[in-house]
């Protein structure tokens, strides 16, 4: 009956993993457990060929896809990401991990996300644009800004928001703001949007420490990936006087026991592209890197990165998931079994979502805030939510990723029962 015919999922794939998260949070859902098979499927899922002229002159066609997993709350939202290895399994996933995290935050809106298969780095700028164009143009069919707001994700960025805008704006005959978030601020982008998610992860390390008595003071932080999450996130704890002993990212995995100077990686990486060789800095081998003692680790980059077989080894207090779906069902069983806290990315990572929204309602209300209404703003919601999933997982004596999958499921079931059946 739950089974989708266009899918077979596998093992620790991304979206057998969410359904093994539904599964969990089903006992929790009392009379709304009748409507929960809508959670076990996409709303919608368009899957466009994206053609391009590279610069030689050949054609190039790329697959692409946006999925509204669902529309139940608000408008879809959620990300837009360029990787070699996307698939429209991945993207579903992706996309409900999105409804999830919008209704645990309380964001009016539903949940989505898109997609390319291609490896930016091999295209020049010129057919980088051409690429998001196209890809833009032709799922203009489903996004708007009250349909569907796309956003940046793993190798996209506020350029790539700004062609995105432009596209759709063309398309429709007038500048539409508000169909994307991420973008450049002079076209209607919001303060704060760039370090919003990396704050967000900050904010609920933070409060975790505080509440299993952890000084962050002195606290060993260990993150993998150094992008627009990672990156922020090892910043902010160091700057709180966590000392951030290793990070690891597609280039290697750099390690100093008083502490990474984070300032100094930056521009390392400014530079060469990768935190590989950054000086004062000693080289790590990639596995070892999962068995640092440490009292948070911070998955920040792709999904299944926690396998059951690194879960048996990783030596910290709490797993503070700063990617997407990072840990697999297996592992999270084992953390569970060893005592390792882990906080979802559904909440963890929500802040970048959440100053979307801010930027959002800028648009519509063409009135922006000052970085510190929205860094205040992002604070009290990412706490707030946090408060929230904290103590329903208290309540109901589950791990917080169920916690937050009975927040936030419950959210969207009760607007699906409200707005019924058509016809
Ligand atoms: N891609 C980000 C995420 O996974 C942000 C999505 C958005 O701002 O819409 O949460």
Known sequence: MNGLSYLTPAGDSP??????????????????TRWIDTLRRPKRALIVDVPI????????????????????????KGGVRFHPDVTLEEVMALAAWMTIKNAAVNLPYGGAKGGVRVDPSALSRKELERLTRRYTSEIGLIIGPEKDIPAPDVNTNAQIMAWMMDTYSANVGATATGVVTGKPIPIGGSLGRVKATGRGVFTVGRETARRIGLDLAGARVVVQGFGNVGSVAAERFAAAGARVIAVQDHTGTVYRE????????????????????????????????????????????????????????????????????????QADQILAERGVMVVPDVIANAGGVTVSYFEWVQDFSSFFWTEDEINARLERIIGGAFSHVWDTAQQLGVPLRTAAFVVACTRVLEARELRGLYP
């Open 15 to 32: 979206w057998s993993t969410y359904l093994a998260q539904i599964d969990r949070v089903e006992p929790y859902l009392g009379r709304l």
């Open 53 to 76: 002229e590279l610069d030689d002159g050949r054609v190039a066609h790329f697959e692409g896809f946006r999925v509204q997993h669902n529309l139940s709350r608000g408008p879809g």
């Open 258 to 329: 008083a502490g990474l100077d984070i300032a100094a990686l930056q521009q390392h990486v400014n530079r060469s592209g990768g935190v590989a060789g950054a000086p004062g800095t000693e080289t790590l081998d990639g596995e070892s890197f999962w068995q640092l003692p440490c009292e948070i680790l911070i998955p920040a980059a792709l999904e299944g990165q926690i396998t059951g077989a690194r879960a048996q080894r990783i030596d910290a207090r709490f797993v503070l998931e700063g990617a997407n779906g990072p840990t697999t069902q």
